[in-house]
């Protein structure tokens, strides 16, 4: 079966930096994906690991570790708009569809 | 251009309507999915076409129906559907044919069956 398990609520204050992990048992990997979802909106896509190591885009950074079976995304400087749900997802084969964590809800104060 | 239009926005049908979601996408991707979304959960994928075949069915019933006419257009045909197919609707697209793809997603359409 495939599995992707992930926080389901996370809380941090402006200015903060919070790190959301994910972790995967899946048949196959051709990639994992990061996504926010705003309520009532589409997932806009953040990043994407297909090798080991850290990507950095700006405020958002992704690291993958495929013999850990392990991700996690990294916001710096948190805004009040980053307020959202961050869903992880797998890519199990190239060509087809991706299977979602359950997604973690970001709650960000002032 | 990163866009992915899907249309209505909102849809409010009876069980015994006929209706049809509709998504286009302009990026030349030849990849385009379906996903169904509940409140509170991730989306689940329906159907995928690949080159205007339909290359994955997740089991979807019946009453739902896909279509793509042409690479840049992706339907999805409602009929006799029930209170519990109430949800987001998601359309996606992605190149097609290559080893790692981004897919990116439309608005969604988000469908009330009463």
């Known amino acids: 079966g495939q599995n992707i398990d992930q926080p389901t609520e996370m809380t941090a204050t402006e200015g903060a930096i919070v790190q959301i992990n994910c972790t995967y048992q899946?048949?196959?990997?051709?990639?994992l994906f990061w996504y926010q979802q705003h309520a009532g909106e589409a997932p806009t896509f953040l990043s994407y690991n297909v090798l080991d190591g850290l990507e950095e885009k700006g405020r958002f950074s992704s690291f993958l570790s495929r013999s850990k079976g392990y991700s996690y995304l990294l916001l710096k400087e948190l805004q009040m708009k980053d307020s959202a749900s961050y869903l992880c997802?797998?890519?199990?084969?190239?060509?087809?569809?991706?299977?979602f964590g359950k997604g973690t809800t970001l709650s960000v104060s002032s | 251009d990163t866009e992915v239009t899907q249309t209505p926005k909102h849809l409010v049908m009876g069980m015994t309507n006929k209706k049809s979601l509709k998504c286009e996408q302009h990026m030349g991707h030849r990849a385009m999915y379906w996903y169904k979304q509940k409140a509170k959960k991730p989306p689940e994928l329906m159907f995928v076409y690949s080159y205007e075949k339909l290359s994955i069915n997740e089991s979807v019933p019946s009453r739902f129906s896909p279509e793509c006419p042409n690479s840049s257009l992706l339907n999805l045909h409602l009929h006799a559907l029930q209170p519990e197919d109430s949800a987001l609707y998601l359309c996606?697209?992605?190149?097609?044919?290559?080893?790692?793809?981004?897919?990116?997603f439309g608005p969604g359409t988000r469908l009330l069956v009463l």
């Open positions: 996606a697209s992605s190149r097609g044919g290559e080893v790692h793809e981004t897919q990116y």
């Open positions: 997802a797998v890519a199990v084969q190239a060509g087809t569809a991706l299977i």
């Open positions: 899946t048949s196959g990997f051709n990639g």
